[in-house]
């Protein structure tokens, strides 16, 4: 039998790991990475890629550097976590800190964040203070607070979270043999890009790939400080998860883009939407709208002037559209319709197709 042990066991030797470690595992990583049938042919390449990182134990990309950051919470011998969220950070927080007897400490803006996050976070058990701000307002809070209580700060400042989200890319590199031409993400708090990269990075001077890719981050509209080149003081999107004003790791994203010969640019909600619908419709993938903003940013590709014939691309899918059903549920354009449950009524309605 194949038992697949957990991140921090598979790719120990490239993890920043001590005989303390404790080899924690939800069963986090090792995700699926799809081929494109339509959204990649549509716009002439071929080797479209999307790794799915909604697959993950608790929906999105947190758990992999969640489960780094609480295993070194538990080496340190710390009894507390916290986090300031857009949501996913929380949930998966919550989830880690249930399994290994840490409490839980979410910090959200008010009314921002999607049902099914929250609904997380409040299933796992953490203590969840919903603040009067806005995620950067929660984020600013959570670092003066670790200053004066003893809790492991686990936004993905904490170092052992960015260590742990490079996996993602040791993966991709494992799974095509090489590292792809471009990889497509949404960018929020700035960790993620900045992880894959490092990851990629880290393959390649241990010899693991002969090749890195361009990193092409993707920030919504109304929510574009690095793209804008300013903090944005009131973050405007429907893709909860990124709408972000002042990100954390701002100055690694801007090294991410630079050294790999990359992009950051902005992708609208109509063009988030846009591609969520068809990954949904066309693809048969769920993803949550943060996540489409990196396959909206794909699809802007050859308007950047970007040649993708012969191209591999991996676009990052990086939560579970099961998570913001209010989204889901707005743009939806099945209507659920009503039958008696004989097969002649059902007959009588299927006529009507
Ligand atoms: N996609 C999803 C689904 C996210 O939840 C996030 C960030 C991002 C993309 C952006 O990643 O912040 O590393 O640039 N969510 C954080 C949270 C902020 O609190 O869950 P990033």
Redo the contacts with the bound molecule.
Sequence with gaps: MFYYPGLINRYKEYLPVTENTPFISLGEGNTPLVLSTTIGPSIGCEKLFFKL??CNPTG???DRGMVMAVARALEQKKTRIV??????????ASAYGARYGLKSLVL?PAGE?ALG?LLQAMAYGARILAVDGS?DDAFATVRSLVEIMDMELV??VNPYRIEG?KTAAFEIVDTLGEAPDFIC???????????YWDGFKTYYEHGKSVNLPRMM?FQAAGAAPIVNGEKVDDPETI?S??K?GN???WGK?LKARDESNGLIDVVTDDQIINAYLRLSREEGIF?????A??VAGFLRLPDLGVDLSDKTVVC?L??NGL?DPDVSEKQATVEIEIVDHDVESVLKLLQNH
């Design positions: 990182e909604g999105s990309f947190k986090c300031a969220s857009t949501g996913n950070t929380s949930a998966s959200v964040i996050k995620f936004n993905s989200q993400i949404p960018v929020g708090n700035a960790g993620n890009i900045t992880s981050g893709a998860a990124i972000i990100p954390a790791s994203a993803c949550e709208p943060a996540s903003a990196a990052i990086t939560g998570k």
